[in-house]
């Protein structure tokens, strides 16, 4: 892997060739150095960004190209703030690079004539959007020297941390909220995580783990680390414009709980930008979220700059945050791109599972079916051209979700002999025609 050697100061460890040069306030812009523990600003109390050297980043752009670099979340480490090089090479390697798939037969269902899906349920280790950012937590915590991490989730954050941090050798402290999707705690314990489900919803939980992380010194994957791990939910951005030949696209649809994903999107188009790598001010990005938990898509309608806490009541548990930590950020990139904001009731999540199952064969949980479910509506609008190209992003696996799936009527125990199995047949070739003829009477 490269490294740069010009900034390392005498004596130091290797360094990346990361050109992040420190950490801002959003709100007040007050700095402070890389190297220090402060996540949020003890003036305005609003969270952190890193900032980077642009013109050093665009020299190393052109200096390594891209067939030098790894084929990962690190491909574009200059834009990345990690800067210790053995932390780096632990974490990570696996994470990022997933497809991103025409999605023809979707496409022809919603009218639309270039429509991809950037599938992050591919991602490894842990089949989400989430390893990115966790990788760079891990990194930033290895770098520190540190020898456990904690987390609070939703879901897909608990996996990725039990995963990354077995593979880096640390030990991981999941915390959950009362309500969860219950295979991915089981599966946190598979990987050797430590497990505790509190009392409590996403947001109360929250609170209460910064406590814990003050009382314990323990850093927190999405609390104490959160400057960093932010700035790896940007490498999606990064390498969507890269798969479409560095031609930015015309929209993203993305689904937003806490509002990492959807605020860090816009900051890396922006920084491709910078780097002149391609022209990005015209992708607009539009949010999805569930009925039952939207303040941030609810603010973005009504223009407001701020967020307004609402208690979850959906089955998407992944996006179960009522209070999220960068909604505000959400809000002003989805306003200052001419984006917008859109939500599903549960029904229409589940059938937007169902209906990219149908269409590209692909398997998504409740968040990629509410992100599905605000691009049929957002298609349906007239929000997009039909020769536009348009991007959504799948953000997780379905396998991890089927429990929570509404369950469907199958013949099951029929007789194994050749009448009864002819019969169930037929039922079965009756119930697709009626499927097929309602979804075409939907679309008329």
């Not at 050297?53 to 067939?67: I, T």
């Not at 599966?187 to 996403?202: I, P």
């Not at 010194?217 to 479409?244: C, H, S, W």
Request: charged share 20%; hydrophobic share 40%; net charge negative.
């Amino acid at each position: 892997m490269s490294t740069q050697t010009a900034q390392s100061p005498p004596g130091s460890s290797q360094r990346t060739r990361s050109c992040a040069t420190g950490l801002a306030c959003h709100r007040c812009d007050k700095h402070y150095p890389l190297q220090d523990t402060v996540f949020a600003c003890p003036d305005c109390g609003k969270g952190l960004d890193v900032v980077y050297d642009y013109e050093l980043a665009a020299r190393h752009f052109r200096d390594v190209p891209g067939s030098e670099r790894p084929q990962n979340i690190w491909h574009f480490e200059e834009l990345l703030p990690i800067v210790d090089a053995s932390a780096q090479a632990r974490v990570g390697l696996h994470s990022g690079y997933t497809p991103l798939i025409r999605a023809d037969r979707l496409g022809a269902e919603l009218g639309l004539g270039n429509l991809f899906l950037k599938d992050d349920s591919t991602s490894r280790p842990s089949l989400s959007y989430k390893d990115r950012v966790v990788s760079m937590s891990v990194a930033r915590l290895l770098e520190r020297g540190r020898k456990e991490i904690g987390c609070v989730s939703t879901g897909n954050v608990g996996t990725a941390v039990a995963s990354m941090a077995a593979k880096a050798g640390v030990a991981a402290y999941v915390f959950y909220p009362n309500r969860l999707e219950d295979t991915k705690a089981r599966a946190c314990m598979a990987l050797g995580a430590k497990v505790c489900q509190v009392e409590g919803n996403y947001d109360e939980a929250n609170r209460r783990c910064k406590e814990v992380a003050q009382a314990t010194g323990m850093d927190f994957a999405n609390i104490t680390l959160r400057p960093f791990y932010a700035e790896g939910a940007k490498t999606a951005a990064f390498e969507i414009v890269e798969q479409l030949d560095w031609q930015a696209p015309d929209h993203i649809v993305t689904a937003a709980a806490g509002g990492t994903l959807s605020s860090r999107l816009h900051k890396g188009l922006g920084e491709l930008q910078l780097l002149g790598l391609s022209e990005t001010d015209s992708t607009r990005i539009h949010i999805a979220q569930p009925s039952g938990c939207n303040p941030i898509a609810t603010a973005i309608i009504a223009e407001e700059a701020e967020v307004r806490p609402v208690t979850p009541e959906t089955a998407a548990h992944s996006l179960a945050i009522g209070a999220p930590g960068d909604g505000y950020l959400v809000i002003d990139a989805v306003l200052k791109r001419g984006g917008t904001g859109g939500f599903a009731s549960d029904p229409e999540i589940f059938a937007g599972i169902d209906l990219l199952a149908a269409t590209e064969g692909l398997l998504t949980e409740p968040a990629g079916g509410t992100t599905i479910a605000v691009l049929e509506k957002l298609a349906a609008a007239g929000r997009f051209s039909p020769d536009e190209t348009v991007v959504a992003i799948i953000t997780g696996n379905g396998l991890k979700t089927l429990d929570d799936h509404p369950q469907k009527d199958w013949p099951d125990k029929v007789d194994c002999e050749l009448d009864a199995m002819l019969a169930a047949l037929s039922d079965l070739r009756a119930g697709a025609t009626l499927i097929d003829s309602a979804r075409a009477q939907l679309h008329a």
